[in-house]
C-alpha cells in the first residue's frame, strides 16, 4: 500500500507539470532510409554475440537541432542543444514502400 501512495503523490505532484507548455507542432520532411548498428555481447565465459539493429530514420536536409532550456529564479538560464542529422521513425509494415522516398510529417507530437 505504501508503494501506491508513494505513487499517487509523485503523479499529484508531477502531473500539473505537463500542462505548463501547448504540445509543440512539429514538421520534417526528408527521405526514409534503413539504418544499421552493429552491436555485440560479450559474456564472461568468452562467448561473443553479434547481431545488427535495423530502424527506419529519416533523414532530412538541413540537421534537427533539438533544444532544452531551464531558468531558476535570477539565475542565466541554463541551455542544452543537440544537433541530429537524422531521427529514428517508427511505423507500421504498410509503409514500407515509402523507403527511400521523400516524405513529409506535420502535426503535433
Known sequence: MKCVARFLIILFYTLP?????????????????TAERQRMTRYPDGMVEKWVERHTVLVTDK??????????????????QE????????????????LGKRVMNWGST
Open 63 to 80: 540537421p534537427i537541432i533539438l533544444s532544452r532550456s531551464i531558468s531558476i529564479e535570477n539565475q542565466k538560464p541554463l541551455v542544452q
Open 83 to 98: 544537433s541530429l542529422s537524422f531521427i529514428r521513425v517508427l511505423m507500421g509494415d504498410e509503409f514500407e514502400s515509402l
Open 17 to 33: 507539470l505537463f500542462a505548463w507548455e501547448p504540445e509543440p507542432e512539429l514538421s520534417l520532411e526528408g527521405v526514409l532510409r
